[in-house]
């Protein structure tokens, strides 16, 4: 059951808005993915929670996800306590993730916030053998961890990555949430994600750092065409550690 990457989430949906491009894109790559969601998105005010199941259940497919589970916090009250990371705990030791991808802090919501310190320690502790020595799982602390912005990016990223080819996958793995997102069928209260605003901002938001994406690669073949189709997004991550590499970036595929 192990995988190479765990995409946590505090609600169904954060993973997709803000690295769907990226997980997809993993996936691609022949990486096994998993997606944690912390709550079941309870307090959402469209939809039911067992819809938001089904339609996480479909855009973790859509991703090529092997495995999509939710610790079952309450949504709205996410906070960095030991009983909430003893909660996680077991899912990171069952997966023993080499990498975490969890929300960044400085999100717009306060849910995300406690996420990123939540995942952030919950992971640390994971690794103590002495916690809770008669589980069924081993002690296992993930070596990196990268965030994300659900919503909006505090700071310059640490890495922006091309997710130029896996953006309409993305967009597909969004409009799975039916009940959440446009979906001028569905009758239920208007909301800022279920308006077409949310879908230009959600584009606009990639297209931008597909712009700072042309500065870091250079001018190379790749870039140029997707420049000329004028087709580039890049999604971001944060680290709270500076990133060690093997090779320097840039001279990957040379050398
Ligand atoms: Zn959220």
């Not at 990123?116 to 070596?143: C, I, M, Q, T």
Request: net charge negative.
């Amino acid at each position: 059951l192990s995988v190479d990457v765990l995409a946590v989430g505090a609600h169904p949906d954060d993973v997709e808005v803000g690295i769907g491009g990226l997980v997809r894109k993993l996936t691609d790559d022949g990486r096994r993915v998993a997606i944690l969601d912390l709550t079941r998105g309870e307090m959402g005010s469209r939809g039911s929670v067992r819809e938001r199941k089904e339609e996480a259940r479909n855009a973790a497919g859509v991703l090529g996800a092997v495995c999509r589970e939710s610790v079952r916090l309450p949504d709205g009250a996410l906070c960095n306590s030991a009983e909430q990371q003893r909660a996680i705990i077991p899912f990171l030791r069952k997966f023993q993730p080499d990498v975490i991808l969890a929300p960044m802090r400085g999100d717009l919501h306060p849910d995300h916030e406690a996420a990123h310190y939540l995942v952030r320690d919950a992971n640390h502790f994971a690794g103590l053998a002495k916690l809770d020595p008669e589980s069924e799982w081993e002690p296992w602390r993930a070596p990196r961890v990268y965030y994300y912005s659900v919503y909006r990016e505090p700071a310059l990223p640490a890495l922006i990555v091309d997710v130029t080819r896996q953006f309409d996958l993305k967009v597909e793995a969004l409009r799975a949430y039916r009940s959440q997102f446009h979906n001028p069928d569905y009758e239920g209260p208007e909301t800022y994600i279920a308006s077409e605003q949310f879908w230009e901002a959600m584009r606009a938001r990639a297209a931008y750092w597909g712009t700072r994406l042309v500065s870091i690669h250079g001018v190379n073949q790749h870039t140029a065409d997707q420049v000329n189709k004028g087709v580039l997004y890049g999604e971001c991550l944060f680290s709270d550690v500076p990133i060690a590499v093997d090779v320097l970036p840039g001279l990957e595929k040379t050398g």
